[in-house]
């Protein structure tokens, strides 16, 4: 997707997104946002529940422990492998909730697909972009994984609002903001903050464009993008931040 066509659907919300030599040469000249440090600002330090979605070996969970040291966090990683280092970083920690569940749209049980660089396993397959993250992505096996819907995960253990739901799972995104109809409708979630693709590096991946519409329906806006990583001469991925509409 080029530029132009970004900013059509980006200009329907209120904003656009700038050329990459821009992008670039505006990360030169000044200081890099802490998207961690602005969650803090935005929320004014003050959030009791965390969902680490994707939490892998535990390192972002320890980091949102530091940075709101009186939340909950319930941390989600389904790759056996992964999981057992999550038990091991997070068992000194009180108030963290590990599951090896994968969340998705519904319960069930779904092919999950270990890839030569574990931060990219997925419920998705992979597919060739000719970015240099197609070797990171190549598939080495499949498995079997258990998943479950926010919806369903927070009723069954009386959650009732998160404060930042925190996503890195990999083209799962859109299914996993399905499952969390409920939550958003009733806006009981107050920050978002999740890799997001402009290139799909997986088959079937929603893309940027795809969450913000979603989301945009629940009445929550882009706050803004971190972290933007380049390929090809174009965005291909970064971070971003949703709030709820005031």
């Known amino acids: 997707m080029n530029k132009a066509m970004i900013n059509k659907i980006c200009g329907k919300f209120g904003f656009e997104v700038n050329g ?52 909950a966090v319930h941390s989600f990683e389904p790759f056996p492998e992964m999981f057992r280092e999550l ?29 030569a660089g574990v931060d990219t396993n997925s419920l998705l397959e ?27 995960y927070c009723r069954e253990n009386g959650v009732q609002h998160i404060d930042i739901l925190k996503m890195d799972i990999q083209g799962g995104e859109l299914d996993a903001l399905k499952g969390a109809s409920g939550l958003l409708s009733g806006k009981k979630i107050r920050l978002i903050y999740t890799e997001t693709n402009f290139i799909p590096q997986y088959v079937d991946q929603p893309l940027f464009q795809d969450l913000m519409v979603f989301l945009y329906r629940f009445g929550y806006r882009l706050q ?18 949703y709030l709820p509409a005031k």
């Open 126 to 152: 992979s597919q060739n972009t000719g970015l240099r993250s197609d070797e990171q992505v190549k598939n080495k096996s499949k498995i079997e994984v258990e998943t479950i819907s926010l919806d369903e």
């Open 224 to 241: 803004d993008i971190y972290n933007p990583i380049y390929g090809k001469g174009s965005l291909a991925w970064c971070d971003a931040i």
């Open 87 to 115: 038990a091991q970083t997070t068992a000194s920690l009180d108030k963290v909730f590990i599951s090896d569940k994968a969340i998705a749209d519904k319960r069930s049980k779904r092919t999950f697909y270990v890839n």
């Open 20 to 71: 990459t030599s821009y992008m670039q040469a505006l990360r030169k000249s000044a200081v890099v946002p802490d998207a961690f440090l602005i969650q803090q600002e935005l929320l004014e330090r003050r959030a009791t529940v965390i969902f680490d979605l994707g939490a892998n070996n535990g390192k972002i969970t320890r980091k949102y422990r530091e940075i709101f040291p009186e939340a």
